[in-house]
Structures are given as C-alpha cells and as structure tokens.
Nanobody
C-alpha cells in the first residue's frame, strides 16, 4: 500500500554530482521519518542521511558536507543531492519511510568512476 520509487542513479566521474529522488505514493509522507541508505554486495546496508517531518537532517560522517537530504511535502518526494562524489560512494541507494512500519524502495544504482 505504501510504495517508494527511487530514480536518478547512474554513472558519474569522481568529483561529479547526482541528485536522487524518491517518489512516495502515500499521503502519510508529510508525517513520516525518511532516510536514504546504501548497500554494496556482501555488506550490511548503512544509513546515509535522515530527515524528520520538521526538516531536521542528520548525516553519516562519510557524507557530511557533501550530501544534502531534503523533502518536498507538496510532491511527496524525498531528495538526496550528492556532490563531490567518490568511488567509495558506489552502491545501491535505497529510500526508506518509517511510520508505524518500515518501507523500502527497490533501490537505484550509483557508480562513481575514478
């Protein structure tokens, strides 16, 4: 019933930028705690950034100062602006919504070449 669809991933050179989007189907979006996570093969999924319903943001130390999480409640959309990308940022990026339960998108691949 709650669907999340990520987009905006792709191949980019080191130092470049990408903006990821997460479109949420549910009207609870404006009330929900949202986050971006990423995962590489064989490794645990890790938190990248979170944002509260009141736009309070928090970041993993590895991306702090380079990434910006934001939300547009009128569009039910979550964003992740990624700047100064590094090869270590290569991963599948997932959108997450928490409101009672926890919901995930299908992920979008980000590949940063050196």
């Amino acid at each position: 019933q709650v669907q999340l669809v990520e987009s905006g991933g792709g191949l980019v050179q080191s130092g470049g930028s990408l903006r990821l989007s997460c479109a949420v189907s549910s009207s609870i979006f404006s009330l929900a705690f949202m986050g971006w996570y990423r995962q590489v093969p064989g490794k645990q999924r890790e938190l990248v950034a979170t944002i509260t319903s009141g736009d309070g943001a928090d970041y993993d130390d590895d991306v702090k100062g380079r990434f910006i999480i934001s939300r547009d409640n009128a569009k039910n959309t979550l964003y992740l602006q990624m700047n100064s990308l590094k090869p270590e940022d290569t991963a599948v990026y997932y959108c997450n919504l928490k409101w009672g339960g926890s919901y995930w998108g299908q992920g979008t691949q980000v590949t940063v070449s050196s």
